[in-house]
């Protein structure tokens, strides 16, 4: 048995013989992927967090959220969304709008709801700039073309279909209420000067 | 407020949420998926946490400063259920284990929310978020892999029905039980038990498994009392090694 | 927590030769201009395959390093380091899951990956392959091995590739809490009882050298360093990170009464540089080629979680399940 300094690992009770190639890993850590939006306050729009690999929606909100809002003052809701369910418009060069590369017009159907999300910086997170309603995703870009006005250039969109995002409800807002104690995952919570000082006060 | 009821009370409590919450942190750096392995450790901090807030409402009553407390008792000083000592083993069983503890911790800090004795009625209302996330992630865990292969139902039978009897060791009652519910202190393990089985079946019902009949078990006690299996102490010796070196230390 | 010293792929003359030179002057000119690279942009293949390269080894030293402060996890004295270290190693295995996904918006699923760290094929950081014996171990890696880590990562952070910088940003947020927890700790053992400051001197030895040789080394002689720096793949020179971090922090050392055993380590205060004595590198070498004291250990750890794990991954995978790369 593999002897370690880490009583964890000795329970493993790993057998010495581990060293003989190990036959081909199975292929199961390839889940889908899912796209996590969180919101830190109240009224804020959602902001892009990261990606997680989870089997289904609900798991995926699960993982989500201690991933990306476990240091949880920051966090008032979350969403996720799978990562196929989402239109990724194409990057444009800084300097160009990405919707002026949209052709066409908004047909005015307002049959189904989607969200969208703007990147204005290449380097920085995307985030929720609204809701329309239209009758595709080629039309929800129109749609977003003619509701948001635009002082700085767009370089990338996302769209969503409202009804694929699963968002924390209101009344588990609650999750991310976590004790005051909780300081202790914060750099702040760690002042040693005083100690220092006496220190080399006493080594003179 | 009768102190030695509210102390046995607290002293179960924190030492059960102690000792499973150091237990769930083995799996931190080992777990079966990247995502899955940072949301158990956070249960495991919280868990850890919460009896540390449990510790410092004692130290309030008299009792020692809390890492006094939890490193430098002997396991028949403890207070906890067997079901929380016992090694982690296979996924299986801590996940067995985390659902049915934290669908129990769920409701036990929901009934103290209402307790007569305000600290700990306020304590059990921060909390409430952590310990809806703990319930959630367990009712979504079970119901997945309760219905998958055939090989993860039958672990997690197997699982269920080792842990049922150490279960119900949970709700052991304590000598001061009716003070407890008199004083409006806690509604009492028994009604505690009532609330749990109803919400076990319910999560079990929507699984391919199958609830052990509870009527016929007999549950593990002693936990309460001080009588442990032999996985505590050693447990306890672990946990404090560093601490032991000089326990007057500062670390 | 990764050092830099990184393994790049050797790479052959033509490889840029080969690039449609019009895409390669703009990809250039975007760099040039300070903008990021994002995942759907047109890139040369060899700064796709590079970037990979760097990314996942940085992933699987966040993995790999959750090992050696995990040794500690079940024994840190006292509430405050319990939940701290708990934190920190989470925060450690957090750092990989961005990683990977970050690598994986260049192409290369996390499952390649995964495969690729157990089969012993990618490196990770070779300090982790050094073992923890006390807690003043895990103590020194929380604050310096972070610190040397932190120096790298806030180079990296200013590199050209959008989803590395984004991870990037997360992690040394993160990592300064592991600094100050580590810094924390350590000046309590240091200025303790005697048998505290024993037992912190005694780690501080035993680090030294693998500390050194976290930076990687010296790569003025590096001929891969010159493509990747203008690309900002490479954003500092091991040397110029080994450079800051001795400034950062020796002198936070030698504040807490606490020896280097090194005697040549000295400010030369006319070049304002460093200088000390030359770190093995034979040793570096043979560690990261497999006969470092924990390398066995560590990925059979590894291997281990695989195995145990596979029955609740194969459970939870959906037949019909589509991977899709993630978008940034």
Known sequence: ?204 | ?251 | MYGGGNVFESMKATALAEEDPIKLAEFEARIDRGEKIEPSDWMPQLYRKQLIRMIEQHGHSEIIGALPEGTWITRAPGFKRKLALMAKVQDEVGHAQLLYSAAETLGKPREQQLEDLISGKSKYSNIFNYPAFTWADSCFISWLVDAGAIVNQIANSKGSYGPYCRALERICAEESFHLKYGHHCVIHLATGTKTQREMMQAAVNRWWAPMMHFFGPSDKISVHSEILMRWKVKMASNDECRQQFLDMYVPKIWELGLTIPDENLMKNETTGQWEFSEPDWEEFKRVINGDGPCNKERIAVRRMAEERGRWVRQALLAPKAKYVTPLA
């Open chain 2, 1 to 251: 407020m009768n102190q030695n009821a509210i102390k046995d009370l607290l002293y179960k409590m924190a030492d059960d949420q102690l000792i499973l919450g150091h237990k769930n942190s083995e799996w931190t750096g080992f777990g079966p998926l990247l995502e899955e392995d940072i949301a158990f450790s956070s249960m495991a901090q919280d868990k850890v946490g919460q009896s540390w807030q449990l510790y410092k409402i004692l130290n309030e009553l008299g009792e020692s400063d809390p890492d006094t407390v939890a490193f430098m008792r002997n396991a028949e000083q403890f207070h906890n259920s067997q079901f929380v000592e016992l090694p982690n083993g296979e996924y299986d069983f801590s996940l067995i284990r985390h659902f049915l503890f934290d669908t129990a911790e769920l409701i036990r800090f929901q009934m103290l929310a209402e307790s007569s004795f305000e600290t700990l009625a306020n304590l059990a209302k921060k909390i409430k978020g952590e310990t809806k996330y703990h319930s959630m992630h367990a009712n979504i865990w079970i119901k997945q892999l309760g219905s998958a292969t055939e090989e993860s139902i039958s672990r997690l039978q197997d699982s269920l029905d080792k842990s049922m009897p150490y279960a119900l060791g949970m709700f052991e009652v304590s000598e001061f039980e009716q003070d407890l519910i008199n004083e409006g202190l806690f509604a009492g393990e028994e009604a505690l038990k009532a609330q749990w089985k109803t919400k076990v079946t319910e999560v079990i019902s929507e699984t391919s498994l199958i609830l052990p009949d509870m009527e016929s078990i007999t549950p593990v006690y002693g936990g309460r009392y001080g009588k442990h299996t032999e996985h505590l102490q050693p447990l306890l010796t672990e946990m404090s090694e560093v601490f032991n070196v000089d326990p007057t230390a500062d670390w």
């Open chain 1, 1 to 204: 048995m593999l002897k370690s300094l880490d009583p964890r690992v000795n329970r493993l009770s790993i057998p010495d013989d581990f060293e003989a190639p190990m036959a081909a890993k199975e292929q199961l850590d390839q889940f889908e992927t899912y796209q996590s939006f969180i919101q830190t306050k109240e009224g804020k729009p959602f902001e892009h967090a990261g990606t997680v690999h989870a089997p289904n929606e609900e798991m995926a909100f699960l993982f989500a959220k201690e991933q990306f809002s476990r240091r949880g003052t920051f966090c008032h809701a979350l969403c996720v969304v799978k990562t196929e369910l989402i239109l990724v418009s194409e990057f444009t060069d800084n300097g160009q709008d990405v919707y002026d590369t949209f052709k066409g017009s908004y047909s005015g159907d307002t049959s189904a709801s989607f969200e969208v999300f703007h990147s204005v910086k290449r380097g920085k997170h995307h985030k929720h700039i609204g809701t329309v309603e239209a009758k595709d995703f080629e039309d929800a870009l129109l749609a977003s073309k003619e509701t948001y006005p635009r002082d700085k250039p767009v370089f990338n969109v996302w769209i969503a279909k409202s009804e694929d995002i699963l968002m924390s409800d209101e009344e588990d807002a609650d999750i991310w209420n976590t004790l005051k104690e909780k300081k202790y995952r914060d750099a702040i919570d760690y002042k040693a000067a005083d100690r220092i000082k006496a220190f080399k006060a006493e080594q003179g």
